[in-house]
């Protein structure tokens, strides 16, 4: 049996003792209220000694298992939540990011360390996104620019939407970055098509990539929901106008709509490069044709004239 990715991350990085705690599917009578009261508690705590926590957002594979996670370890679900050490915390969405509450390098290696053997197909170079959630009074999701955002108060459930925010955005990043390099060889393509009327070789090629892009956009649509408001919403509904500020803060929609648009022309170029091609093949077939049947005729006066019986 898999060993949880906390308890891991304790294993790699000794946390007090008061973080420890059975693992397992069974969940005791009144385990959400006293999980619920252990995470305010943890909350209460940090916010003791500072006004302030750090968060950082990474992008670190393709998927991470969610399921290897512990009861004891989780704090909330959608997106879950999870104790990280003492007044740490992370949350981890199953689209293969994490967004760390309060960690330094060493407790954010130590967690990314534990959390390896869970991730499907883990990337080499992380996308992240920085931000800080600060407490004051009367301010309810406004980001100055500094990346500090502003919150009344701040509960589990004020954190779980900040993190579905800041891990859409890293993914976003993610996706802007991979479809700019795709942008660059389009170029050639483009040129190729203008003065000499076919994609060439670079085509081939090209179209390959561009079915890994078509595969990212099933991936944003069916995965990671970028313009789908998270289920948390639907049991507090008071905190739609958060995630509706913190949303055009980081200009979610907009930045998705910028890639369905370049994914669209991407689209676009893939399916005239592929009917040049099928063209060019469709062409070559009726030369190919037609030089058979003049290979054909050629004989065949061949034959009657040298060949054929006189009478």
Request: charged share 25%; proline share 6%.
């Amino acid at each position: 049996m898999p060993t949880s990715p906390m308890k891991a991350a304790r294993e790699v990085r000794p946390l007090p003792a008061a973080d420890d705690g059975p693992t397992g599917p069974w969940r005791p009578p009144g385990r959400t209220a006293a999980v619920r009261r252990a995470a305010m508690a943890m909350i209460e705590t940090l916010l003791s000694k500072t006004k302030t926590i750090p968060i950082r957002a990474l992008l670190i594979g393709e998927r991470i298992d969610v399921r290897a996670f512990g009861q004891a370890d989780r704090l909330a679900t959608g997106p879950m939540l999870v104790r990280a050490g003492n007044n740490r915390a992370a949350a981890v969405l199953r689209y293969g990011a994490v967004v760390l509450f309060n960690m330094s390098p060493d407790d954010e290696a130590a967690l990314i360390e534990a959390l390896r053997p869970f991730v499907t197909e883990p990337y080499n170079d992380w996308d992240a996104e920085t931000a800080t959630v600060s407490l004051r009074a009367g301010d309810e999701g406004p980001v100055d620019a500094g990346g500090t955002i502003y919150l009344s108060e701040i509960t589990v459930e004020r954190l779980q939407i900040v993190a579905t925010v800041l891990a859409k955005s890293v993914v976003l990043a993610f996706y802007e970055k991979l479809l700019a390099s795709v942008f660059d060889r389009i170029e050639p393509l483009a040129r190729s098509l203008g003065r000499r009327g076919h994609t060439g070789r670079e085509g081939r090629a090209l179209l390959r990539q561009i079915g890994d892009v078509l595969l990212m956009q099933h991936k944003m649509v069916g995965r990671v929901e970028v313009a789908e408001k998270p289920d948390l919403l639907w049991d507090h509904p008071e905190l739609e106008r958060l995630y509706a500020r913190l949303q055009d803060e980081f200009e979610l929609n907009d930045r998705a709509r910028a890639l369905d648009r370049k994914l669209d022309l991407i689209s676009r170029t893939a399916a005239t490069s592929l009917d040049l091609l099928q063209n060019r093949r469709t062409l070559r077939v009726e030369w190919y044709i037609v030089i058979l049947i003049v290979i054909e005729m050629v004989l065949l006066i061949l034959y009657e004239t040298f060949m054929a019986p006189r009478g």
